[in-house]
């Protein structure tokens, strides 16, 4: 090598940064990050991200709030339901394959309601309350794949806390069952309402809390706190067995769940399929179960069971069973004014506004509508989905699937005694398919590339020009 070779290769490697000159300053030596872009850039998608929870949290304020209220808005609750869902699913379209095809199996569900309009006693009626229940399902798919989980929570819980304080200073009692008695019932006719959305509450209230904490947002911590005592007092008012004990069970396992959080996984894997077996155990023996659920809530709050109208429901229920035992009558054609049986059983009830009523039993409810085939295509779609979600938080457990499978916890357990899940434009129903939802895969918030990925980009293209 000459000596002069050295002062080619500067030459080469000045002629080779010439288009990186400013003003016909010296090179620089290094690739250097233009750390003020870079930065703008990661605050750009900050803001994206906090645009996209401000957004998530305002549709589920917004959507939770039209179905809390919908006896006082009537029409205009349902048709703003409606168009929210419509708006939702329009600002989620560019990600709606990715959100709505890993959960597409849960929408069996509502197919096979909307295909027992075949059989129905009343196929309008199956078709309307079948397509308004497929909307419900729908928005809840949607709800369960947002960005950030703790945006929708913060929306519901802010939806169900003024519904219940304005529930409270404006509500009324009414007569149990036929014993005599009162208890409150808030803004609707039905104090089982009340309690549950004072129960489920009491369950986001929470989440909401714990979650504000890890995020040191001590103030929304601090208002979780009396919001919960207010939960407390209209659950005791109302007089509801079920949401009472279905709450004590949702409860213990939502905090049972965070404490598995930190164990190893072959512990954490074991526990789960334990609790797993006891669900399935529960759900074979149902329906001894569900009469010691009743003893029960009847000697805590002086009942007499076979007074509640239960019993009775239940009796009348077997014989409408027996007269279409594979598929049903059709989805929601049964409680219908007109329907000699369901009026006769509202008298019976004492249900002057004769609708909103069932057969306090979500199984027995749902033979009556869509039979035993229906029944079998719900509850294989259900274990499914939350085999999944019980998979997802053995493998990587966080707060928000505690709630969800906290909150299925309190859902199913009533189910013996209440019809949930499958009332359209309703809190229970978004909640529940959103939780069985939560088990597939979560969208991703979108995101742009780092100062660090931006340096070791500038660092490959130095190599390359000094090259």
Known sequence: MTASSP???????DSAWDEFRDGGRPPPLYARPVYPSAQ???????????????IDSAFAFALFASMLFSLQLGTVGAVLFVILTLAYTA???IRLPEIIRPRAFLLLIPALMVFSTVWSDSPLDS????????????????L???????????GVFCAFSIYIVVSLIFGQSVAVGTTGQTAFSGLTSGKNTVADSSSTCLLITSAVFL?????????????????????????????????????VLGLGAYFFLLTLRSVVLPVRATVTAFLGLFVVAGGVFYRDLSSALIDSGARFFDKDPTLTGRTYLWQRAADLIAEKPVFGKGFNAFWLQGNTDAEGLWRYAHVVRREGFNFHNTFIDLLVQVGWFGLTVICVTII????LLIARFIKKPNMILCLWLGMLVYQMVRMPIEYIGFTEFFTSTVLMYAALAAGFPAQQPATTPTLSSQSKAYARTAKAVAR
Request: positive net charge; without cysteine.
């Open 7 to 13: 002062s080619h290769a500067s030459d080469a490697s």
């Open 40 to 54: 703008r850039q990661k605050t750009a998608a900050a803001s994206v991200v906090s645009s996209a929870l401000d």
């Open 91 to 93: 600002l989620k379209l």
């Open 127 to 142: 078709l309307k309350y079948s397509m308004e229940f497929s909307l419900t399902v729908w928005v809840a798919l949607l």
């Open 144 to 154: 369960s794949a947002a960005p950030r989980p703790t945006g929708v929570l913060f």
């Open 211 to 247: 979650a504000s904490l890890s995020e040191r947002r001590f103030l929304r911590a601090l208002v979780a706190v009396p919001v919960a005592a207010v939960m407390i007092y209209v659950l005791a008012v109302a007089r509801s067995a079920g949401a009472s004990l279905g709450l």
């Open 384 to 387: 499914v989905a939350l085999t």
